[in-house]
């Protein structure tokens, strides 16, 4: 098969960096448009949810409590996709249920935000992170965990992540028993300081199952609403 000749000023062009960021710009622009083609939103929102919770996945590091505050900071901060409120019913639902607290949230925002769907979606971006980042250190803790330095740098992240769970546990707190956003914003709920006093006597002194601590908590709170 014979090739047609090209022109004698022919030249193989090159993308150039301009034209590159020119394509990228297309790239999200269309990104943006489908975000409001498709099913009123639901592109951007499945993007959004990956992305928010492949930084949970991420940086949720010291176990599913650690991981409360960065889902706060996502849900409730930055997307608004929930109240604080909903979102501190949402964690205790999450406890409640077997499995990873970290991954449990993010199944449950994913159903709440964008259906099934969306909760595979959110799911996959939470334990994304984990399964890569975990098999890399789990290689070089074994070959490396009698280093100085490392032992030095697993000691300094403690600290912060005690930091992280008493950040969340202050914020529940503020809208579980003072009834407020926030502390300074605060009034009181007697019923619900009373119940987290009992509880955390409970737990700290007899050291009883935490599920059976809520269940019990979940049906005292019931009882006073009867009552009162």
């Known amino acids: 098969m014979n090739q047609q000749p090209q022109p004698d000023n022919y030249q193989k062009q090159e993308a150039s960096p301009n034209q590159l960021r020119t394509l990228l710009t297309l790239f999200q622009k269309t990104l943006y448009i489908s975000s409001f083609t498709f099913g009123g939103g639901f592109v951007m929102i499945f993007w959004q949810l990956f992305l928010s919770f492949i ?23 930055e997307h608004g996709w929930m109240t604080m409120s909903e979102f501190t019913d949402l964690v205790t639902i999450a406890e409640m249920t077997p499995g990873p607290i970290a991954i449990n949230s993010a199944t449950f925002i994913g159903t709440r935000i964008a259906g099934p769907l969306g909760a595979i979606i959110a799911t996959f971006g939470c334990v994304l992170p984990s399964c890569i980042i975990v098999s890399l250190l789990f290689f070089i803790y074994t070959r490396y965990k009698n280093v100085p330095a490392l032992q030095s740098i697993l000691a300094a992240l403690r600290p912060a992540v005690v930091a992280l769970i008493a950040s969340a546990g202050l914020s529940m707190f503020a809208v579980s028993v003072l009834n407020g956003d926030s502390i300074a914003t605060a009034g009181i709920n007697p019923s ?20 059976a601590i809520m269940i019990g908590c979940g049906v005292a709170q019931l009882v006073i609403g009867i009552v009162i």
Do not use: D
């Open 55 to 77: 930084q949970v996945g991420l940086f949720s590091i010291g176990g599913g409590y650690a991981a409360i505050p960065l889902i706060q900071s996502q849900v409730v901060a």
């Open 192 to 211: 619900g300081l009373m119940i987290f006093a009992i509880a955390f006597f409970i737990l700290r002194r007899f050291r009883k199952n935490p599920i």
